[in-house]
């Protein structure tokens, strides 16, 4: 393997919040949304309950099974074509569980294939 000197930044927001800059942005409204269920509601994407919630479903499985090798392949050029950071950003709504859930998945992934990640959660703290 390649010496990974590539830093990663991940981020998680919500749209209403208004859209960060960054060079890539995925937009998962699309998945369950756990704002919908009362006994989640007040929870965030990093309780396990809640990730779950999102990503153990064939929506969410689907939705990473397509983008862990994408997301292989665009890091591995990226890092080749010489970059020295990437910034990545996931979208829901309000930005509490979709989307942090999401990126705390990517965050795990990411590390495990050798890149430096930071990682952070623009609007968990946001109420409104």
């Known amino acids: 393997m390649m010496s990974q000197s590539m830093r ?3 981020f998680s927001f919500g749209f209403k919040h208004g859209c960060p800059n960054a060079e890539m942005i995925w937009d998962v409204r699309f998945l369950p949304n756990p704002y919908w269920v009362e006994a989640l ?14 990503l153990d479903n ?10 862990k090798p994408l997301l292989s392949f665009l890091l591995k050029s990226y890092q080749e074509g010489g970059r020295e950071t990437l910034t990545l950003a996931v979208g829901c709504t309000g930005g509490h569980h979709r989307s942090v859930a999401i990126i705390e998945y990517l965050n795990r992934f990411i590390t495990d294939a050798g890149f430096a990640v930071q990682c952070s959660h623009r609007d968990l703290d946001k109420h409104d």
């Open 58 to 67: 064939e929506t969410g499985q689907t939705f990473l099974d397509h983008l």
């Open 41 to 54: 509601r007040d929870h965030t994407g990093l309780e396990e309950e809640v990730a779950l919630y999102v």
């Open 8 to 10: 990663v930044n991940l």
